[in-house]
């Protein structure tokens, strides 16, 4: 099973929208409506932004946002923010036999 | 307030068996819908799935580990263990542990940086 593919990094400025996808296959991505997308800040956790490809946990502000085509999720933030700036990991649910694939990670600068 | 904490050896030599142990707060192991999972992510790069024990006891591994993986759980202690054997350098990682709902993470323990050097 092969990580999902994402652009190594993405920037924009301060109140600007940026989006980073995330392609799969029918396997994974394209199969299943369970794309969930992290956001890791330096030396620290992943947390999570997105579950099922386009619901926001609570306490997530709503700028962020999850929609998906096809093989390909992708990931909105809006309205950028000096405190976006981190790295996004999407992750898929790949079937029972191997569950849940990462993204190889897409790095989001601040300008 | 679902809390999870990673504990185990900070150094391990090539070819030891690694075991990692998860104590977890704030939700049940014997909810139905419910997991711990193990993801593991080497300095500077991405993260790796690696194993998710649930509720019914069901345990799945990433293909290209699951010959040297063991998972557990002791739901009375609210704990997961993860073993890995034969460890290599190339095992050098930050492992984490997480709640699972369904089939997606829900949250995060701290992470466990695990070096593996003779």
């Known amino acids: 099973q092969s990580a999902l593919t994402q652009p190594a990094s993405v920037s924009g400025s301060p109140g600007q929208s940026i989006t980073i996808s995330c392609t799969g296959t029918s396997r994974d991505v394209g199969n299943y409506n369970l794309v969930s997308w992290y956001q890791q800040h330096p030396g620290k956790a992943p947390k999570l932004i997105i579950y099922e490809g386009s619901e926001r946990p609570s306490g997530v502000s709503s700028r962020f946002s999850g929609s998906k085509s096809g093989n390909t999720a992708s990931l909105t933030i809006s309205g950028l923010l000096a405190e976006d700036e981190a790295d996004y990991y999407c992750c898929s649910y790949a079937g029972s036999g191997i569950v849940d694939v990462f993204g190889t990670g897409t790095k989001v600068t601040v300008l | 307030q679902i809390t999870l904490k990673e504990s185990g050896p900070t150094l391990v030599k090539p070819t030891q068996t690694l075991t990692l142990t998860c104590t977890f707060s704030?939700?049940?192991?014997?909810?139905?819908?419910?997991?711990v999972g193990w993801i593991r992510q080497p300095p500077g790069k991405a993260l790796e799935w690696l194993a998710l024990?649930?509720?019914?006891?069901?345990?799945r591994f990433s293909p290209s580990l699951k010959t040297r993986l063991t998972i557990t759980k002791d739901t009375s202690k609210n704990q997961v263990v993860l073993t890995m054997a034969n460890m290599a350098p190339v095992d050098t990682a930050t492992y984490y542990c997480?709640?699972?709902?369904?089939?997606?993470?829900?949250?995060w323990g701290q992470g466990s940086l695990v070096t593996v050097s003779s």
């Open positions: 024990i649930s509720w019914d006891d069901d345990k």
């Open positions: 704030g939700f049940s192991l014997s909810t139905t819908g419910v997991g």
């Open positions: 997480a709640h699972y709902f369904g089939y997606e993470i829900h949250s």
